[in-house]
């Protein structure tokens, strides 16, 4: 059993904390590392999913050429252009749909207009996965309709008219698979559940109907769906007169049109037309999601002054919130508002964690309605605009809803701004390849959209807008706000680009501001990639600050116009963090510091850059934080940017790692959630790492780094009715300290799994926060027992999100043929896994263990094509190569994943997701320049300086393990 087991780690532990002595090391130098094709030499190029028609030279010269923006562009009188087919337009489609079982029989009506020039070039529509019977093509109209040539070809129908003209009306017959992936029209399913929905966001429309689906093409749409066996179906528009099956029309790119045929239940109207739907069964799990949904409706309606009942003519006007059980994906349709049920309900006695991602993720779905449907893009390069205002506007509300000082059962989203966006989105940017948010050229291609839309725009892009607001905004206004209800003014139902951004926000800044009315600042933060990094440093009279551009890896310089906001020693103050002044190349401060004076640059860190300072300066700073009364000065948002930046800087090879871990070891003193959540997620790198050369070298960092967390907080709540940040950072931390090998918090763990009343059974009173850590730790310490405890857990858990946490922690088994065999059931037919819960496992498998990563991406590259068809198709494939580009842990791994890139096609079932490969290569090969460079050193570091704990005395520690473990 676990305990016999355990009882071995104890006295290795024992030994540890008698043996461990405190040295130092000289300071390290920092490294300059760079990139180079030569890692990596044959990446592969993207493989275009379309063709685009070749026109003759006489038809390009007939054709008009614009620059919009700066972007070649080709258009004939009023038509819009088409990455497709240019000169085609499509005014309007009418779409009918019949079910029969398990196979769709379609019949597109499709008015199309061509130009003059283009007339005699085929009609080409996309479509994919579709079997086209019968193409019939009318003049004018479908009375003279007659059978068209037509071919599928490379992913697109073309089709030849029998007469050549400019205005058609062309009518396709075609039928379709029923699919169960969550995109397209499919069946959805879990247990006893069955439902039907359309998501055809973002390229999804040409797999339900032949199209034309660039989202700058804006259409009339009617849908009439047949024989769905469903009582209830809901789409973006009310049914047409004397109709339960046909849909009225409306106008609008293809993409954004979604329905869902479902026996759901309403379970409550949190607001007037609104109402909240979930799977039959399932009850007392909704106040929350209720709550929320009420003031966010409320509260988006103000917060854009467009109600969302007026949005379009004809639209349903309710709002249906849907608890989709299987699958989670971006829902951008009117009135059908589909969020992955572990995101909308929990029970009142729910974590922190699942609270916290429940008012992220219902705000942010709700305010899609206003951000991606009012508001769209002209081509998918803008579509960061939509995202961020959309992710903008949701943390602005659910930041209101949270809000209230006398309640600590809420969530600080100050505190969740910062780490899960800020901070994140500066990690993912500071890879020499991420994406710039507007990028320099239109993106057309599926697989480049999925790049985009799904990359490092989803943090990047909100962080933007919060710094401009600060820049531009004054304590009175919101410059964002203001500027996004212009647009749903101006720009309403209508493509939207770059330079309505900058109008927006030109027609809505305030008189006096940091750049004077010119926001011509913004280009650089906005077609770069990457961020800058301010160097302070002292000099007698004051500091001098410099910039230049950061990057894991040398990039070239780009100048930016920097917002700077600090505060020193002599008169903190971190809570006016507007910004003193903007800056360019270098600035001088002239302020007098005495000798143990500090300065502290970007406060709160709500500005998109890291900071560096000169040696004293940092040991000055380091001498505040090690106090722990001088650290409370120190705002907990810079004490996370601190370390934040510390240690990135140091990965990066421009900080050595002795300051920064010294920073690190400031944490004993340390309780709050965001700068536990800036340590773990960054020392969580290296804990992975540095397995492959000891594996029990980084628990020494836990112990460090750990007392007054545990003196504190502990493992195990004290009350019933902890604050939810509390909460948050108990569940965290002891995560991290348990996957580390923390021997104090693995035998929390063993006391707390098992039912006192039912040795065999998990305990249902385990308290929901720290369930992760205690699932995970007691599959990897213990036996079959545990195994089987949980699965039979797992038969009669309600709650969607505990079931997940049940199925994350078997990723956490350190039995190699185990693991195999629940990998292999995450592409298995007969098991009941919905595609999210697929996912959901590969990610912890891969990054579980150095072991364990290996074994997923030994899966990863052997079954990529079951993964995709199972998993939720080429989107979840793309997060699989990533996920795995995590934790490529070493040279072997890294050169295994790329043999298997470099490989044909037919070995390597990557297809379109050969770009996503090609770009997680690259972010593996500046991890592994890492590994070569500063491992090893980061090693000797944490293994030299390895004081013992000093929290409570060995023999309370020993006491204690003693008393857990042989009381069994």
């Known amino acids: 059993m676990a305990r016999t087991k355990f009882k071995w780690q104890l006295i290795i532990y024992l030994s540890l904390i008698i043996s461990n002595d405190a040295r130092s090391l000289p300071i390290l130098q920092p490294l300059t590392l760079q990139t180079t094709d030569s890692v990596y030499p044959n990446v592969i190029q993207e493989t275009p999913i379309e063709t685009i028609e070749t026109l003759t030279k006489d038809t390009q010269s007939e054709l008009k050429e614009v620059t919009i923006n700066g972007t070649r562009d080709l258009q004939n009188e009023s038509l819009m252009r088409s990455n497709l087919r240019p000169g085609q337009e499509v005014r309007r489609y009418t779409v009918e749909i019949k079910r029969n079982n398990n196979i769709l029989e379609g019949r597109a009506i499709i008015d199309v207009q061509l130009t003059e020039a283009t007339r005699n070039n085929p009609i080409i529509f996309n479509a994919i996965q579709l079997t086209v019977t019968n193409v019939l093509v009318g003049v004018l109209t479908s009375a003279n309709a007659v059978e068209a040539t037509f071919s599928l070809f490379n992913q697109q129908l073309q089709i030849t008219p029998a007469q050549s003209a400019t205005s058609y009306v062309v009518i396709v017959e075609y039928t379709m698979a029923l699919r169960d992936n969550g995109f397209g029209l499919y069946m959805g399913k879990y247990q006893d559940t069955n439902y039907i929905a359309m998501n055809l966001y973002p390229t999804h429309a040409r797999r339900v109907f032949p199209c034309m689906d660039e989202p700058n093409l804006s259409t009339i749409t009617t849908f009439t769906f047949e024989n769905m066996e469903y009582e209830n179906i809901v789409t973006n528009a009310m049914t047409a007169p004397e109709s339960q099956t046909t849909f009225r029309a409306l106008e609008g790119p293809p993409y954004l049109w979604g329905m869902v045929a479902h026996d759901f239940r309403t379970v409550v109207s949190p607001a007037t037309n609104v109402h909240l739907y979930v799977r039959q069964g399932v009850s007392n799990q909704e106040n929350l999601a209720a709550t929320a949904i009420h003031s966010y409706y409320l509260a988006l309606n103000e ?28 829902w951008y349709a009117l009135s059908t508002v589909c969020i992955w049920e572990p995101y909308v309900l929990t029970e009142n006695t729910g974590s922190a964690l699942q609270r916290k991602l429940m008012v992220v993720n219902i705000a942010e779905a709700m305010s899609k309605q206003w951000f991606g449907y009012v508001l769209y893009p002209e081509n998918w390069r803008h579509q960061w605009i939509i995202s961020g205002l959309s992710s903008y506007a949701g943390h602005s509300i659910a930041k209101d809803f949270q809000t209230n000082p006398e309640d600590t059962s809420l969530i600080d989203m100050d505190a969740i701004f910062v780490t899960d966006i800020i901070q994140e989105s500066l990690l993912r940017d500071s890879f020499e390849n991420s994406q710039p948010l507007e990028p320099a050229d239109n993106i057309f291609f599926e697989n480049r959209v999925r790049l985009n839309i799904n990359g490092v725009l989803k943090y990047k892009a909100p962080a933007m807008l919060r710094m401009f607001r600060l820049i531009l905004g004054d304590d009175e206004t919101d410059v964002i706000q203001r500027a996004a209800r212009a647009l749903l003014t101006s720009r309403s139902l209508q493509p939207i680009n770059l330079q309505n951004f900058y109008d927006s926000i030109t027609s809505e800044l305030p008189v006096e501001n940091l750049v004077d009315s010119n926001i011509e600042f913004m280009q650089n933060w906005l077609t770069n990639n990457g961020y800058p990094l301010i160097n302070v440093r002292l000099h007698q009279n004051g500091v001098v600050l410099s910039q230049q551009r950061f990057g894991l890896t040398i990039v070239s310089q780009v100048n930016y116009l920097i917002p700077i906001s600090y505060t020193t020693s002599i008169n903190p103050n971190f809570d006016d963090i507007k910004p003193e002044f903007m800056m360019d190349t270098t600035h001088e401060l002239n302020f007098a510091l005495e000798d143990n004076d500090w300065v502290i640059f970007n ?106 967390f545990e003196e504190e907080l502990g493992f195990v709540p004290s009350t019933a009715n902890e604050p939810a940040m509390d909460r948050l950072t108990r569940g965290l931390v002891m995560d991290h300290a348990c996957r580390s090998g923390y021997d104090p918090c693995i035998a929390a763990a063993v006391d707390l799994f098992y039912d006192p009343n039912d040795n065999e059974a998990v305990n249902p009173n385990i308290p929901s926060d720290i369930r992760p850590a205690v699932f995970c730790t007691m599959v990897k310490v213990g036996d079959e027992g545990v195994i089987d405890a949980l699965h039979d857990r797992l038969e009669i858990e309600p709650i969607l999100y505990e079931r997940v946490v049940i199925l994350e922690s078997l990723g956490c088994s350190d039995d190699e043929e185990f693991i195999r065999d629940l990998l292999q059931e995450t592409v298995a037919v007969t098991t009941d896994y919905t595609p999210e819960e697929r996912m959901k496992i590969f990610a912890a498998v891969a990054s579980s263990s150095f072991q364990n990563s290996r074994l997923a991406l030994e899966f990863l590259t052997t079954r990529a094509g079951a993964i995709r068809n199972m998993y939720g198709g080429a989107d979840k494939l793309d997060e699989a190569i990533f996920t795995m580009a995590d934790n490529i842990l070493n040279n072997e791994m890294a050169s295994d994943f790329n043999v298997w890139v470099n490989s044909l096609d037919s070995i390597s079932n990557l297809e379109d997701s050969s770009l996503a490969a090609a770009e997680a290569r690259r972010m593996i090969a500046q991890n592994i320049i890492w590994n070569n460079n500063l491992k090893e050193q980061a090693y000797d570091w944490i293994n030299t300086n390895n004081a013992p704990t000093i929290f409570i005395s060995t023999f309370l520690v020993t006491l204690s393990l003693l008393i857990t473990l042989f009381n069994y």
């Open 603 to 708: 406060l709160q860190g709500q500005g998109y850059y890291r900071v560096n300072y000169d040696e004293q300066l940092w040991d000055r700073i380091i001498a505040a934080l090690e106090d722990p009364e001088t650290r409370e000065i120190i705002h907990p948002f810079n004490r996370a940017s601190l370390l934040d930046d510390s240690l990135n800087l140091a990965r990066a090879g421009r900080l050595d790692y002795d300051i920064a871990f010294r920073i690190a070891l400031t944490m004993e003193h340390e309780l709050d959630y965001s700068v536990w959540r800036s340590f773990v997620r960054n020392m969580d790198f290296l804990r992975k790492r540095l397995f492959e050369l000891d594996e029990e070298v980084y628990v020494r960092m836990v112990r460090r780094t750990i007392p007054l």
């Open 303 to 330: 917060w854009t002054q467009k109600p969302y009942n007026e949005i379009i003519a004809n639209q349903d006007g309710r709002m249906h919130v849907l608890a989709l059980p299987d699958v989670s994906q971006d």
